[in-house]
């Protein structure tokens, strides 16, 4: 009689990593459908829409997982708000108010700052230095990611530049920084309570920051005739986009740290890249140079992880400024 052997799982750094891919990608898909919600609707209603919906989905998925104990704060409740508004209000708003200001190249190059501003948070928290390699992956994601979004046409980061937005989307990225690194605060929850819980803090508050501009005037709703063209896409920027990219990247991150973990978000503007390579966009010689350093960043970055049986350390967070 022949034993089945049951497929051995995978090593949990892959894992994770599997995880941030997948979560970056679709955010990296999510970009272009954005932009066709955003000519109908704000920003803030779009937010709305997608955590408005999500959050609700989060709770239902962690009462039936861990059952409705799950959903006692433990005496968190305002650093979860915090938390929440930072990943959920903070980083989107920020980075889309500020993209509507400025070009979709500058989002792009500013997200590649976050894994910068994660290691240098990380130093100043824990007062090491990180290693060299480390260092030479941060400057490969750069460049990279520069190159990637102008083609090598450098001159392109002086078209529509502005300091204003600019600074919008280093905050906006410090926001998102901020609340991957906030899990770390919580470290016998799971990844979805964590979603669940910071996901419903952030819709909260989302919905007074909607109630407050609408009572001022400052909404932009779709008409009814356009809600049949516009469901699809937010449908996938809901369920895929919201729930389960944002669950993957926190469970990803849980694994892998946040200073590590943090590197794959460059993988947003490739896949933006591949996606527009689908559609008959030629590849130019400066998009394939960026996409090789992000890649060869990515790949270097791993280089540098935990041995078998040693845990990923995730740094401390004290709460001090926004996502």
């Known amino acids: 009689m022949s034993s089945q052997k049951s497929a051995a799982p995978l ?20 970009f272009p459908v954005s932009k066709l919600v955003l000519a109908d609707m704000d920003a803030l209603s779009m937010t709305l829409v997608r955590y408005g919906f999500a ?9 039936w997982r861990e059952g409705t104990g799950a959903l006692r704060t433990e005496g968190a409740t305002w650093r979860l708000l915090g938390l929440g ?8 708003l920020l980075m889309f108010y500020a993209v509507g200001m400025s070009r979709p190249e500058f989002g792009a190059i500013v997200m590649a700052l976050q894994p910068l501003i994660a290691v240098l948070i990380h130093a100043l928290r824990s007062g090491s230095r990180p290693a060299a390699r480390t260092w030479l992956a941060l400057a490969l994601a750069v460049v990279g990611v520069v190159l990637l979004t102008t083609d090598g046409q450098l001159s392109r980061l002086t078209e529509h530049a502005a300091v204003l937005p600019t600074l919008m989307m280093i905050a906006g990225g410090s926001c998102w920084v901020l609340y991957s690194m906030g899990a770390a605060a919580f470290p016998t929850w799971s990844p979805l309570r964590y979603t669940a819980l910071t996901g419903s803090a952030g819709g909260l ?3 007074l920051m909607w109630l407050v501009l609408g009572a001022a005037g400052g909404l932009r709703l779709p008409a009814l005739s356009a809600l049949p063209a516009l469901t699809p896409a937010l449908l996938f920027l809901t369920l895929l986009a919201a729930v389960l990219a944002v669950l993957s ?9 946040a200073q590590r973990g943090m590197l794959f978000i460059n993988l947003v503007p490739l896949t933006a890249l591949a996606i527009g ?19 060869a960043s990515l790949a270097l970055n791993q280089l540098g992880a935990a041995k078998p049986g040693r845990p990923v350390a995730t740094p401390p967070v004290v709460l001090a400024t926004a996502k």
Do not use: D, Q
């Open 11 to 30: 090593p949990p750094a892959l894992a994770a990593s599997l995880c941030l891919a997948l979560a970056t990608i679709i955010w990296g898909a999510a």
């Open 249 to 257: 990247w926190n469970a990803g991150m849980r694994k892998l740290g």
């Open 205 to 207: 508050a989302l919905l």
């Open 277 to 295: 390579v689908l559609r008959g966009h030629p590849l130019g010689y400066g998009e394939l140079t960026g996409a090789v350093l992000v890649l």
């Open 85 to 92: 508004t930072l990943g959920f209000a903070g980083f989107n």
């Open 55 to 63: 959050a609700p989905i989060f709770v239902a998925l962690l009462v």
